[in-house]
Protein backbone atom coordinates (compact mmCIF):
# COMPACT_ATOMS: atom_id res chain seq x y z
CA UNK A 1 0.00 0.00 0.00
CA UNK A 2 1.19 3.61 -1.13
CA UNK A 3 2.14 5.41 2.07
CA UNK A 4 0.02 8.09 2.19
CA UNK A 5 -2.97 5.60 1.71
CA UNK A 6 -1.43 4.20 4.87
CA UNK A 7 -2.06 7.40 6.30
CA UNK A 8 -5.22 8.12 5.66
CA UNK A 9 -6.64 4.97 6.73
CA UNK A 10 -4.92 5.29 10.17
CA UNK A 11 -7.05 8.10 10.65
CA UNK A 12 -10.05 5.67 10.35
CA UNK A 13 -9.14 3.24 12.64
CA UNK A 14 -6.69 0.11 12.68
CA UNK A 15 -10.19 -2.02 11.04
CA UNK A 16 -10.02 0.72 8.27
CA UNK A 17 -5.97 -0.32 7.55
CA UNK A 18 -6.49 -3.92 7.91
CA UNK A 19 -9.33 -3.87 5.61
CA UNK A 20 -7.47 -1.61 3.40
CA UNK A 21 -4.52 -3.61 3.36
CA UNK A 22 -6.65 -6.96 2.84
CA UNK A 23 -7.99 -5.72 -0.47
CA UNK A 24 -4.73 -4.88 -1.49
CA UNK A 25 -3.87 -8.72 -0.76
CA UNK A 26 -7.45 -9.90 -2.50
CA UNK A 27 -6.34 -8.26 -5.39
CA UNK A 28 -2.83 -9.69 -5.73
CA UNK A 29 -4.60 -13.32 -5.22
CA UNK A 30 -6.78 -12.84 -8.01
CA UNK A 31 -4.10 -11.60 -10.26
CA UNK A 32 -2.00 -14.73 -9.22
CA UNK A 33 -4.91 -17.26 -9.93
CA UNK A 34 -5.28 -15.27 -13.67
CA UNK A 35 -1.31 -15.65 -13.92
CA UNK A 36 -2.01 -19.09 -13.14
CA UNK A 37 -4.24 -19.95 -15.81
CA UNK A 38 -3.03 -17.35 -18.48
CA UNK A 39 0.17 -17.36 -17.58
CA UNK A 40 2.52 -14.16 -16.86
CA UNK A 41 1.08 -11.02 -18.47
CA UNK A 42 3.11 -9.48 -21.32
CA UNK A 43 5.14 -12.65 -22.73
CA UNK A 44 3.72 -15.11 -25.29
CA UNK A 45 2.60 -18.93 -24.37
CA UNK A 46 1.49 -20.94 -27.51
CA UNK A 47 0.78 -23.53 -25.77
CA UNK A 48 -1.69 -21.63 -22.96
CA UNK A 49 -5.29 -23.02 -22.55
CA UNK A 50 -6.74 -19.65 -21.94
CA UNK A 51 -6.49 -15.75 -22.03
CA UNK A 52 -6.76 -12.76 -20.23
CA UNK A 53 -10.03 -10.94 -20.94
CA UNK A 54 -10.05 -7.28 -19.14
CA UNK A 55 -11.63 -6.24 -16.16
CA UNK A 56 -15.27 -6.03 -14.98
CA UNK A 57 -17.00 -4.41 -11.83
CA UNK A 58 -17.97 -7.16 -9.44
CA UNK A 59 -18.00 -7.25 -5.37
CA UNK A 60 -16.81 -9.19 -2.66
CA UNK A 61 -18.21 -9.70 0.95
CA UNK A 62 -16.20 -7.95 3.58
CA UNK A 63 -17.46 -7.03 7.34
CA UNK A 64 -21.17 -8.13 6.72
CA UNK A 65 -21.96 -5.98 3.81
CA UNK A 66 -20.74 -6.38 -0.22
CA UNK A 67 -17.92 -4.14 -1.12
CA UNK A 68 -17.87 -2.79 -4.94
CA UNK A 69 -14.59 -3.54 -6.48
CA UNK A 70 -13.07 -4.36 -10.34
CA UNK A 71 -12.50 -8.26 -10.71
CA UNK A 72 -9.98 -9.58 -13.91
CA UNK A 73 -11.50 -11.76 -16.38
CA UNK A 74 -10.10 -14.65 -18.14
CA UNK A 75 -11.66 -16.63 -20.83
CA UNK A 76 -10.86 -20.26 -22.51
CA UNK A 77 -8.16 -20.52 -25.51
CA UNK A 78 -10.14 -22.53 -27.21
CA UNK A 79 -13.40 -20.16 -26.99
CA UNK A 80 -15.28 -22.13 -24.79
CA UNK A 81 -16.22 -19.54 -22.45
CA UNK A 82 -15.51 -17.69 -19.12
CA UNK A 83 -13.25 -19.53 -16.45
CA UNK A 84 -13.74 -18.92 -12.86
CA UNK A 85 -11.22 -17.18 -10.40
CA UNK A 86 -11.05 -19.80 -7.66
CA UNK A 87 -9.98 -16.75 -5.26
CA UNK A 88 -12.69 -14.23 -6.48
CA UNK A 89 -15.57 -17.15 -6.15
CA UNK A 90 -13.96 -17.98 -2.38
CA UNK A 91 -14.04 -14.13 -1.18
CA UNK A 92 -17.75 -12.95 -3.24
CA UNK A 93 -19.76 -15.81 -1.87
CA UNK A 94 -22.74 -14.44 -0.04
CA UNK A 95 -23.00 -17.45 2.56
CA UNK A 96 -21.69 -15.33 5.00
CA UNK A 97 -23.69 -12.83 4.92
CA UNK A 98 -26.32 -14.73 5.49
CA UNK A 99 -24.80 -16.70 8.56
CA UNK A 100 -23.91 -12.73 9.93
CA UNK A 101 -27.40 -11.31 9.82
CA UNK A 102 -28.81 -14.52 11.29
CA UNK A 103 -25.99 -13.97 14.24
CA UNK A 104 -26.62 -10.08 14.65
CA UNK A 105 -30.29 -10.30 14.53
CA UNK A 106 -30.98 -13.58 16.75
CA UNK A 107 -28.47 -11.34 19.38
CA UNK A 108 -30.69 -8.46 19.56
CA UNK A 109 -29.98 -5.81 16.81
CA UNK A 110 -33.03 -4.93 14.41
CA UNK A 111 -32.68 -4.56 10.33
CA UNK A 112 -33.02 -1.07 10.68
CA UNK A 113 -29.79 -1.05 12.90
CA UNK A 114 -28.08 -3.35 11.12
CA UNK A 115 -25.02 -1.40 9.60
CA UNK A 116 -24.45 -0.22 13.01
CA UNK A 117 -23.44 -3.50 14.03
CA UNK A 118 -21.13 -3.88 11.53
CA UNK A 119 -17.45 -3.29 11.77
CA UNK A 120 -15.54 0.37 10.83
CA UNK A 121 -13.82 -0.79 6.88
CA UNK A 122 -12.75 3.03 6.10
CA UNK A 123 -14.75 5.71 4.63
CA UNK A 124 -13.35 4.98 1.13
CA UNK A 125 -14.77 1.64 1.08
CA UNK A 126 -18.20 2.14 2.92
CA UNK A 127 -19.14 4.56 0.06
CA UNK A 128 -19.08 1.62 -2.47
CA UNK A 129 -21.09 -1.15 0.15
CA UNK A 130 -24.24 -2.59 -0.13
CA UNK A 131 -26.21 -5.41 0.98
CA UNK A 132 -26.85 -3.17 4.29
CA UNK A 133 -30.62 -2.00 3.31
CA UNK A 134 -33.56 -3.13 6.30
CA UNK A 135 -34.92 -5.67 3.14
CA UNK A 136 -31.62 -7.02 2.36
CA UNK A 137 -31.03 -7.85 5.89
CA UNK A 138 -34.55 -9.10 6.33
CA UNK A 139 -34.20 -11.33 3.22
CA UNK A 140 -31.01 -12.85 4.05
CA UNK A 141 -32.11 -13.62 7.56
CA UNK A 142 -35.37 -15.44 6.02
CA UNK A 143 -33.46 -17.49 3.88
CA UNK A 144 -30.71 -18.66 6.71
CA UNK A 145 -33.87 -19.50 9.26
CA UNK A 146 -35.55 -21.06 6.60
CA UNK A 147 -32.71 -23.22 6.05
CA UNK A 148 -32.06 -24.51 9.46
CA UNK A 149 -35.81 -25.19 9.82
CA UNK A 150 -35.51 -26.87 7.02
CA UNK A 151 -32.76 -28.79 8.83
CA UNK A 152 -33.71 -29.59 11.94
CA UNK A 153 -37.11 -30.88 10.45
CA UNK A 154 -35.39 -33.11 8.34
CA UNK A 155 -32.62 -34.33 10.98
CA UNK A 156 -31.93 -38.21 10.78
CA UNK A 157 -32.95 -40.12 13.97
CA UNK A 158 -31.75 -43.20 13.59
CA UNK A 159 -28.42 -43.62 15.61
CA UNK A 160 -29.86 -41.12 18.38
CA UNK A 161 -30.42 -43.57 22.02
CA UNK A 162 -32.90 -41.14 23.96
CA UNK A 163 -33.33 -41.76 27.55
CA UNK A 164 -35.07 -39.12 28.19
CA UNK A 165 -38.04 -36.70 26.17
CA UNK A 166 -38.95 -33.24 27.28
CA UNK A 167 -42.15 -31.86 25.23
CA UNK A 168 -43.56 -28.49 25.93
CA UNK A 169 -44.96 -25.25 24.28
CA UNK A 170 -44.08 -21.40 23.62
CA UNK A 171 -46.31 -19.26 22.19
CA UNK A 172 -45.57 -16.23 19.48
CA UNK A 173 -48.45 -13.96 19.22
CA UNK A 174 -51.43 -16.27 17.84
CA UNK A 175 -49.08 -19.43 16.76
CA UNK A 176 -48.56 -21.87 19.56
CA UNK A 177 -45.10 -23.85 18.32
CA UNK A 178 -44.55 -27.32 20.32
CA UNK A 179 -40.62 -28.31 20.81
CA UNK A 180 -39.08 -31.65 21.50
CA UNK A 181 -36.00 -32.01 23.75
CA UNK A 182 -34.27 -35.22 24.14
CA UNK A 183 -31.47 -36.93 26.13
CA UNK A 184 -29.21 -39.22 25.10
CA UNK A 185 -28.03 -42.52 26.73
CA UNK A 186 -24.36 -40.40 26.87
CA UNK A 187 -26.09 -37.02 28.75
CA UNK A 188 -26.16 -34.66 25.55
CA UNK A 189 -29.31 -32.97 25.21
CA UNK A 190 -30.86 -32.35 21.37
CA UNK A 191 -33.13 -30.85 19.97
CA UNK A 192 -35.58 -32.75 18.13
CA UNK A 193 -38.75 -30.91 16.14
CA UNK A 194 -41.40 -28.61 16.66
CA UNK A 195 -44.56 -27.92 15.27
CA UNK A 196 -46.71 -25.20 15.23
CA UNK A 197 -50.40 -24.56 15.74
CA UNK A 198 -53.20 -22.31 17.64
CA UNK A 199 -53.16 -24.48 20.67
CA UNK A 200 -51.20 -27.44 22.41
CA UNK A 201 -53.66 -29.84 21.34
CA UNK A 202 -53.26 -33.85 21.27
CA UNK A 203 -53.52 -33.73 17.47
CA UNK A 204 -50.25 -31.61 17.04
CA UNK A 205 -48.35 -33.13 19.78
CA UNK A 206 -49.36 -36.63 18.07
CA UNK A 207 -48.13 -34.87 14.62
CA UNK A 208 -44.74 -34.10 16.64
CA UNK A 209 -44.46 -37.47 17.82
CA UNK A 210 -45.25 -39.26 14.89
CA UNK A 211 -42.62 -37.52 12.86
CA UNK A 212 -39.83 -38.02 15.26
CA UNK A 213 -40.80 -41.86 14.27
CA UNK A 214 -40.48 -41.48 10.93
CA UNK A 215 -37.75 -39.70 11.23
CA UNK A 216 -36.24 -43.01 12.71
CA UNK A 217 -36.24 -42.03 16.33
CA UNK A 218 -36.77 -45.40 18.05
CA UNK A 219 -40.11 -45.50 20.05
CA UNK A 220 -39.75 -48.80 20.94
CA UNK A 221 -37.07 -48.04 23.73
CA UNK A 222 -38.66 -47.52 26.86
CA UNK A 223 -38.28 -43.57 27.79
CA UNK A 224 -38.84 -41.00 30.82
CA UNK A 225 -40.67 -38.50 29.54
CA UNK A 226 -41.12 -35.28 31.19
CA UNK A 227 -44.15 -32.83 30.97
CA UNK A 228 -45.36 -30.07 32.87
CA UNK A 229 -48.97 -31.83 33.00
CA UNK A 230 -50.98 -31.02 30.07
CA UNK A 231 -53.18 -33.48 29.27
CA UNK A 232 -53.06 -33.26 25.63
CA UNK A 233 -49.17 -33.52 25.92
CA UNK A 234 -49.97 -37.17 28.13
CA UNK A 235 -52.47 -38.42 25.64
CA UNK A 236 -50.57 -37.97 22.57
CA UNK A 237 -46.83 -39.57 24.41
CA UNK A 238 -49.57 -42.86 25.42
CA UNK A 239 -50.54 -42.78 21.53
CA UNK A 240 -47.05 -43.11 19.83
CA UNK A 241 -44.63 -44.07 22.61
CA UNK A 242 -44.73 -47.92 22.98
CA UNK A 243 -43.29 -47.90 26.77
CA UNK A 244 -43.20 -44.15 28.14
CA UNK A 245 -42.53 -43.36 31.84
CA UNK A 246 -44.31 -40.07 32.62
CA UNK A 247 -42.50 -37.76 35.03
CA UNK A 248 -44.43 -35.03 35.66
CA UNK A 249 -42.75 -31.56 36.43
CA UNK A 250 -42.73 -31.56 40.46
CA UNK A 251 -42.14 -27.23 40.14
CA UNK A 252 -45.23 -27.11 38.13
CA UNK A 253 -47.33 -29.07 40.38
CA UNK A 254 -46.14 -26.79 43.06
CA UNK A 255 -47.08 -23.85 41.50
CA UNK A 256 -50.30 -25.15 40.35
CA UNK A 257 -51.02 -26.00 44.24
CA UNK A 258 -49.45 -22.51 45.44
CA UNK A 259 -51.83 -20.38 43.17
CA UNK A 260 -54.94 -21.98 44.79
CA UNK A 261 -53.94 -20.97 47.87
CA UNK A 262 -54.06 -17.29 49.51
CA UNK A 263 -50.51 -15.80 49.90
CA UNK A 264 -49.88 -15.69 53.17
CA UNK A 265 -49.67 -19.82 52.86
CA UNK A 266 -47.76 -19.84 49.79
CA UNK A 267 -44.44 -20.07 51.10
CA UNK A 268 -45.20 -22.91 53.75
CA UNK A 269 -47.22 -25.04 51.62
CA UNK A 270 -44.67 -24.80 48.73
CA UNK A 271 -41.84 -26.00 51.46
CA UNK A 272 -44.11 -28.42 52.42
CA UNK A 273 -43.91 -29.88 48.76
CA UNK A 274 -40.34 -29.74 48.13
CA UNK A 275 -39.19 -30.71 51.22
CA UNK A 276 -41.81 -34.09 50.44
CA UNK A 277 -40.12 -34.29 46.67
CA UNK A 278 -36.78 -34.89 48.37
CA UNK A 279 -37.61 -37.40 50.09
CA UNK A 280 -35.70 -40.78 50.40
CA UNK A 281 -38.20 -42.79 49.08
CA UNK A 282 -41.48 -42.76 47.12
CA UNK A 283 -43.03 -44.24 49.50
CA UNK A 284 -42.03 -41.49 52.12
CA UNK A 285 -43.19 -38.69 49.75
CA UNK A 286 -46.41 -39.85 48.78
CA UNK A 287 -47.23 -40.06 52.80
CA UNK A 288 -46.15 -36.71 53.20
CA UNK A 289 -48.15 -35.00 50.22
CA UNK A 290 -51.09 -37.24 51.26
CA UNK A 291 -50.71 -35.75 54.81
CA UNK A 292 -50.51 -32.22 53.47
CA UNK A 293 -53.50 -32.78 51.13
CA UNK A 294 -55.33 -33.99 53.96
CA UNK A 295 -54.57 -30.95 55.84
CA UNK A 296 -55.57 -28.36 53.07
CA UNK A 297 -59.07 -30.37 52.39
CA UNK A 298 -61.29 -28.15 54.44
CA UNK A 299 -60.09 -24.81 54.15
CA UNK A 300 -59.11 -25.38 50.54
CA UNK A 301 -60.21 -28.19 48.85
CA UNK A 302 -59.25 -26.99 45.54
CA UNK A 303 -55.52 -26.90 46.45
CA UNK A 304 -56.10 -30.64 48.07
CA UNK A 305 -57.49 -32.13 44.74
CA UNK A 306 -54.55 -29.79 42.86
CA UNK A 307 -52.04 -31.58 44.55
CA UNK A 308 -54.13 -35.46 44.47
CA UNK A 309 -54.41 -34.82 40.44
CA UNK A 310 -51.54 -36.59 38.79
CA UNK A 311 -49.63 -37.38 42.19
CA UNK A 312 -48.10 -40.74 41.34
CA UNK A 313 -46.93 -38.97 38.60
CA UNK A 314 -44.58 -36.56 40.27
CA UNK A 315 -42.88 -38.98 41.80
CA UNK A 316 -41.54 -40.94 39.08
CA UNK A 317 -37.68 -40.39 39.51
CA UNK A 318 -37.97 -41.21 43.15
CA UNK A 319 -39.71 -44.58 42.48
CA UNK A 320 -37.36 -45.12 39.71
CA UNK A 321 -34.41 -44.66 42.37
CA UNK A 322 -32.63 -41.89 40.37
CA UNK A 323 -29.52 -40.51 41.81
CA UNK A 324 -29.85 -36.87 43.13
CA UNK A 325 -27.55 -35.51 40.83
CA UNK A 326 -29.33 -36.61 37.85
CA UNK A 327 -32.87 -36.15 39.60
CA UNK A 328 -32.21 -32.28 39.92
CA UNK A 329 -32.93 -32.56 36.08
CA UNK A 330 -35.39 -35.09 35.18
CA UNK A 331 -38.15 -34.28 38.27
CA UNK A 332 -38.87 -30.61 36.25
CA UNK A 333 -39.00 -29.46 32.56
CA UNK A 334 -35.93 -26.72 33.37
CA UNK A 335 -33.92 -28.05 30.27
CA UNK A 336 -36.91 -27.58 27.85
CA UNK A 337 -37.98 -24.40 29.35
CA UNK A 338 -34.47 -22.95 29.35
CA UNK A 339 -33.88 -23.86 25.58
CA UNK A 340 -37.37 -21.95 25.00
CA UNK A 341 -36.15 -18.88 27.12
CA UNK A 342 -33.30 -18.81 24.44
CA UNK A 343 -35.90 -18.73 21.76
CA UNK A 344 -38.38 -16.09 23.36
CA UNK A 345 -35.00 -14.12 24.21
CA UNK A 346 -33.74 -14.23 20.54
CA UNK A 347 -37.87 -12.84 19.09
CA UNK A 348 -37.68 -10.40 21.55
CA UNK A 349 -37.49 -7.60 19.15
CA UNK A 350 -39.68 -8.87 16.90
CA UNK A 351 -43.24 -6.44 17.11
CA UNK A 352 -45.01 -8.01 13.97
CA UNK A 353 -45.72 -11.58 14.13
CA UNK A 354 -46.65 -12.39 9.94
CA UNK A 355 -48.20 -15.97 10.27
CA UNK A 356 -47.11 -19.28 11.40
CA UNK A 357 -44.20 -20.18 9.58
CA UNK A 358 -42.66 -16.86 10.76
CA UNK A 359 -42.60 -18.48 14.21
CA UNK A 360 -41.28 -21.38 13.21
CA UNK A 361 -38.34 -19.76 11.51
CA UNK A 362 -37.64 -18.16 14.63
CA UNK A 363 -38.38 -20.35 17.32
CA UNK A 364 -36.12 -23.13 15.01
CA UNK A 365 -33.07 -20.06 15.15
CA UNK A 366 -33.11 -19.74 19.11
CA UNK A 367 -33.61 -23.93 19.44
CA UNK A 368 -30.47 -24.42 17.04
CA UNK A 369 -28.48 -21.52 18.88
CA UNK A 370 -29.27 -22.96 22.36
CA UNK A 371 -28.35 -26.29 21.29
CA UNK A 372 -25.27 -24.45 20.70
CA UNK A 373 -24.91 -23.57 24.53
CA UNK A 374 -25.73 -27.20 25.80
CA UNK A 375 -23.80 -29.03 28.67
CA UNK A 376 -23.89 -32.61 29.49
CA UNK A 377 -26.92 -32.96 32.22
CA UNK A 378 -25.61 -33.36 35.60
CA UNK A 379 -25.36 -36.61 36.96
CA UNK A 380 -24.98 -38.53 33.40
CA UNK A 381 -23.12 -41.67 34.48
CA UNK A 382 -26.04 -42.83 35.46
CA UNK A 383 -28.44 -42.47 32.55
CA UNK A 384 -27.04 -46.15 31.90
CA UNK A 385 -28.69 -46.94 35.24
CA UNK A 386 -31.90 -45.37 34.80
CA UNK A 387 -32.15 -47.16 31.63
CA UNK A 388 -32.37 -50.47 33.86
CA UNK A 389 -34.82 -48.78 35.73
CA UNK A 390 -36.95 -48.23 32.89
CA UNK A 391 -36.91 -51.85 31.72
CA UNK A 392 -37.68 -53.18 34.75
CA UNK A 393 -40.65 -50.68 35.26
CA UNK A 394 -42.27 -51.22 31.57
CA UNK A 395 -41.57 -54.98 31.44
CA UNK A 396 -44.10 -55.35 34.52
CA UNK A 397 -47.40 -57.08 33.25
CA UNK A 398 -49.40 -53.60 34.86
CA UNK A 399 -49.16 -49.95 34.24
CA UNK A 400 -48.47 -47.17 36.30
CA UNK A 401 -51.37 -46.17 38.76
CA UNK A 402 -52.67 -42.55 36.94
CA UNK A 403 -55.55 -40.35 38.59
CA UNK A 404 -58.56 -39.23 36.52
CA UNK A 405 -57.41 -40.87 33.19
CA UNK A 406 -57.38 -44.36 31.81
CA UNK A 407 -55.06 -46.76 33.00
CA UNK A 408 -52.78 -47.04 29.87
CA UNK A 409 -50.73 -50.67 29.35
CA UNK A 410 -47.20 -49.53 29.20
Same mark, same amino acid.
Given at each position: ????????????????????????????????????????????????????????? &???????????????????? $????????? +?????? +???????????????????????????????????????? +?????????????????????????????????????????? @??????? &???????????????????????????????????????????????? @???????????????????????????????????????????????????????????????????????? $???? +????????????????????????????????????????????????????????????????? &????????? *?? *?????????????????????????????
Amino acid at each position: MALAEIAENMHEGLSALAVGAGLQVMAALMEADVSALAGPKGKHDATRTAVRHGRER &GSVTLGGQRVAITRPRVRAA $GGSGELPIV +SYELFS +STEILGKMAMEKMLAGLSTRRYPVGLEPVGHQVDQSCSAT +SKSAVSRKFVAMTETGLAELLSRDLPGLDLVALMIDGVHFAE @SCCVVAL &GIGIDGVKHPLALVEGSTENATLVTGLLVDLRERGLDVTRPMLVCLDG @SKALRKAVLDVLERPVIQRCQLHKVRNVKDRLPQRLRFTVGRKMTDAYHAGSALEAEAALLALATELDRIHP $GAAA +SLREGLDETLTVLRLGVPPTLARTLRSTNCIESMISVCREHAGNVKRWQDGQMALRWCAAGMVEA &GKQFRRVNG *HL *HLPTLRSALERQTAEPVGPVVHNDEVSAA
